[in-house]
């Protein structure tokens, strides 16, 4: 049951759009009661406002710890319009009607992003907030919960146009958003804590963020598709700007990131990330971006067609000229020069995203839905420079082929298993992926290398579990193998390798990719 707004209580730490707010509902004659910083911010505008403590008769005490945490706010929040019992109760103690709350909580997510200390942090936990959030948005039929300020002008203009009332739909609406505001808050903090503690599995797993962009569709145009942030912040394709071309698609996101992953592996010089359906398709080292692009693109011509570039410096105009020579769906740089702009322009639905690098050794989780469920693991940050490489062939590889093999493995970690990756001179030469059998991956991406394939290396994402599949690379014309080891059959494929005149390296860590 609803009735009009007499009063209102506003407490907000994002003091966006705060001021037309309170002055909206002042024109209306709505009493507006706040707290600390909020109450300042109206009085210092000229805006008539009661202290939280002036309605409870309590003082804030312990820091602001304590101060809504008050039957006469709460009584005022939960109380339903209509229920002779309720109203009594409230009358009997002297509790008034709340019609509208305007909160926005403290900065937990942003106090975590930006390093703060523990103590820092645990002082950035509301408690006041999500209370009342959650007593207003309970008793929505009769109570306006706002918690986001994009919401206050449909809020003012339905107050100004309703007779100081609001619609149940809104009500409805933004009750919803607020319950889920307080769950994305609550999972950023267990979530931190989690990880301050080392909790690998804790026994209750919440996840939540908030919302990004709404997308046209899903992998497929018969789904529906939004992103989200994640409470944990990391740089990648949901920091990216969008600098032109149209909106990305569910795909395009999908594809970026598994180009901007794979990317992050490669800080030491110019590098190219091409990838297709979440695969690199060709990917390369190189003194210049430009020569990055052309080696990563002559990996796989035909895949490259459509596909998601990345790179990892400053996009110039030689490259960027190079590039859109055919078509190509995203670029993703960490910068771009001014006439290399000018050109993407030219190609008004070509994509260019600009967005730091992610660090591959940076801690956090991945989370996937099963029928019923989540599966959640830690990420993936195991880096080829930190393993301890033991060569376990009569040959040992060469100062060439040791650098070939370590940059063949860091791209093994982003190709869909069972994963083969060719690769010579700082670039991939032939790639298989997503394969049922090993041999089959060694056979696809050896047909896609053709003679590019001879005198190159070859990375396994996991181990040979027979030496059919290293004798199909040896018999392409790869010279040197890393791998992880581990299989019971290793002896015989260490047989095989010698018996090839291989050199083969294991790893100890596998890269599996599903």
């Known amino acids: 049951m609803s009735q009009p707004v007499t009063r209102a209580l506003i407490s907000v730490s994002d003091k966006t759009g705060l001021l037309d707010l309170a002055r909206g509902l002042a024109k209306l004659g709505i009493e507006i009661i706040s707290t600390g910083g909020t109450a300042r911010a109206l009085k210092e505008a000229g805006i008539g406002t009661l202290d939280v403590s002036d ?10 710890r304590v101060k809504t945490l008050h039957p006469k706010v709460h009584g005022a929040l939960l109380a339903v319009r209509g229920n002779a019992e ?11 009607e709340i019609g509208l709350l305007v909160v926005n909580l403290y900065p937990f997510e942003e106090t975590v992003a930006k390093g703060a200390s523990w103590d820092e942090t645990i002082e950035n936990i509301d408690i006041g907030g999500p209370a009342m959030i959650r007593a207003a948005s309970k008793n929505h039929n009769s109570v306006t919960v706002v918690v986001d300020p994009q919401d206050y002008a449909a809020v003012l203009r339905e107050l100004e146009s309703g007779k100081s009332e609001t619609s149940r739909e809104l009500r409805r609406k933004l009750a919803a958003k607020a319950f889920a505001r307080t769950a994305a808050y609550d999972a950023a903090i267990s979530q931190w804590l989690a990880r301050q503690l080392k909790l690998e599995a804790p026994d209750y797993f919440a996840t939540g963020g908030k919302l990004i962009q709404t997308l046209r569709y899903g992998e497929n145009p018969h789904q529906t598709a939004a992103l989200y ?17 149209k909106e990305l698609s569910y795909n395009n996101i999908n594809d970026t990131d598994a180009a901007l992953e794979c990317l992050a592996e490669f800080r030491d010089g110019p590098a190219c990330v091409i990838v297709k359906h979440a695969n690199p398709c060709g990917v390369a080292t190189s003194a210049t971006l430009l020569d990055a692009y052309k080696n990563a693109f002559a990996c796989d011509t035909v895949s490259a067609f459509g596909g998601i570039v990345a790179l990892n410096g400053i996009l110039d105009e030689a490259t960027a000229k190079e590039i859109t020579g055919i078509f190509t769906e995203v670029i993703a740089v960490p910068d771009v020069t001014p006439e290399a702009a000018a050109i993407v322009a030219a190609k008004k639905n070509l994509r260019l995203l600009v967005t730091p690098l992610a660090d591959p050794r940076g801690k956090g989780i991945t989370v996937r839905t099963v029928a019923g469920g989540l599966l959640v693991q830690s990420r993936d940050d195991a880096v080829v420079d930190d393993m301890e490489l033991k060569t ?16 063949a493995f860091r791209v093994a970690k982003h190709v869909k298993s069972n ?4 690769a010579r001179d700082g670039a991939t030469v032939g790639i298989g992926a997503g394969q049922m059998s090993r041999v089959d991956s060694s056979r696809i991406a050896a047909s896609k290398g053709g003679d590019a394939i001879k005198g190159s290396v070859v ?3 996991a181990f040979f579990p027979f030496p059919d599949g290293l004798l199909a690379a040896a018999s392409a014309g790869a010279t040197a193998v890393i791998q992880p080891g581990g ?10 390798a010698d018996a090839a005149g291989l050199a083969m390296i294991f790893t100890g860590i596998r890269h599996f990719r599903h």
């Open 55 to 64: 309605v409870t008769g309590f003082p804030e005490i312990m820091d602001g």
């Open 86 to 96: 309720h109203q009594a109760a409230r009358k009997a103690h002297d509790i008034g």
């Open 229 to 245: 942030s994640a409470p944990e912040a990391r740089a990648g394709i949901t920091s990216a700007k969008l600098l032109q071309g």
């Open 392 to 407: 376990v062939t009569k040959r040992q590889p060469t100062p060439a082929e040791l650098a070939d093999l370590r940059f």
């Open 419 to 422: 994963a083969i990756v060719y």
């Open 459 to 461: 990375a396994s994402d």
């Open 487 to 496: 299989s019971l059959k290793d002896a015989d494929v260490i047989k095989a």
